[in-house]
T-cell receptor, first 113, second 111 residues
Framework: NAGVTQTPKFQVLKTGQSMTLQCAQD?????MSWYRQDPGMGLRLIHY???????DQGEVPNGYNVSRSTTEDFPLRLLSAAPSQTSVYFC????????????FGPGTRLTVT | EDQVTQSPEALRLQEGESSSLNCSYT??????LFWYRQDPGKGPEFLFT???AGEEKEKERLKATLTKKESFLHITAPKPEDSATYLC????????????FGTGTRLLVSP
């Protein structure tokens, strides 16, 4: 099992550009989430999904869109990048049967200039 | 509002010098408390889940304990490879189990 994979690993965007961060998991987990990690603030939930076709907002959803058409994939879209979105983004998956512990991908470091 | 506070922010130990990291939490209806390890440039790696006060879990040199207000991660005779940031998170007992994270403790173990 590859676990949770994320691409790209690094990305630089200009203000106003859009892009999609990819996330995939091969553990058949029903739950998937996106977090951002900023210095001194801990990991904060952006969006999450409890199953294919079902998504909801987390703590900091503004400026981001998600969709979940399959169990495996959960892409995060930045609609119009802003410098405030400079951060490290982590995707995670979990399952109720597994006790809810979340398994994280390696992260995407995004810089918006 | 759910809150997780970790202390200290940073800790420097000599190899073999045991110590504890603290995670205090405020959450109504705790479903679980999680400890993660995060190495620089990598995603958090799951260590333990604790579900109820009095519970303890061990893994190699690490031992996690839980009370009704806080959790401790005890590190016994640490080695340099234990150097990492240790994150604590909680899940509420309502709806989708969203993790609320603390800001972590950066541990550096010197040889």
């Amino acid at each position: 099992n590859a676990g949770v994979t994320q691409t790209p690993k690094f990305q630089v965007l200009k203000t106003g550009q859009s892009m999609t961060l990819q996330c995939a998991q091969d553990m058949n987990h029903e739950y998937m989430s996106w977090y951002r990690q900023d210095p001194g603030m801990g990991l904060r939930l952006i969006h999450y999904s409890v199953g294919a076709g079902i998504t909801d907002q987390g703590e900091v959803p503004n400026g981001y869109n998600v969709s979940r058409s399959t169990t495996e994939d959960f892409p995060l879209r930045l609609l119009s990048a802003a410098p405030s979105q400079t951060s490290v983004y982590f995707c995670a998956s979990s399952t109720q049967q597994g006790g809810y512990e979340q398994y994280f991908g390696p992260g995407t470091r995004l810089t918006v200039t | 509002e759910d809150q997780v506070t970790q202390s200290p922010e940073a800790l420097r130990l000599q190899e073999g010098e045991s110590s504890s990291l603290n995670c205090s939490y405020t959450v109504s209806g705790l479903r679980g408390l999680f400890w993660y390890r995060q190495d620089p440039g990598k995603g958090p790696e799951f260590l333990f889940t604790l579900y109820s006060a009095g519970e303890e879990k061990e893994k190699e040199r690490l031992k996690a304990t839980l009370t009704k207000k806080e959790s401790f991660l005890h590190i016994t005779a640490p080695k340099p490879e234990d150097s990492a940031t240790y994150l604590c998170a909680v899940i509420r007992d309502t709806g989708f189990q969203k993790l609320v994270f603390g800001t972590g403790t950066r541990l550096l173990v010197s040889p």
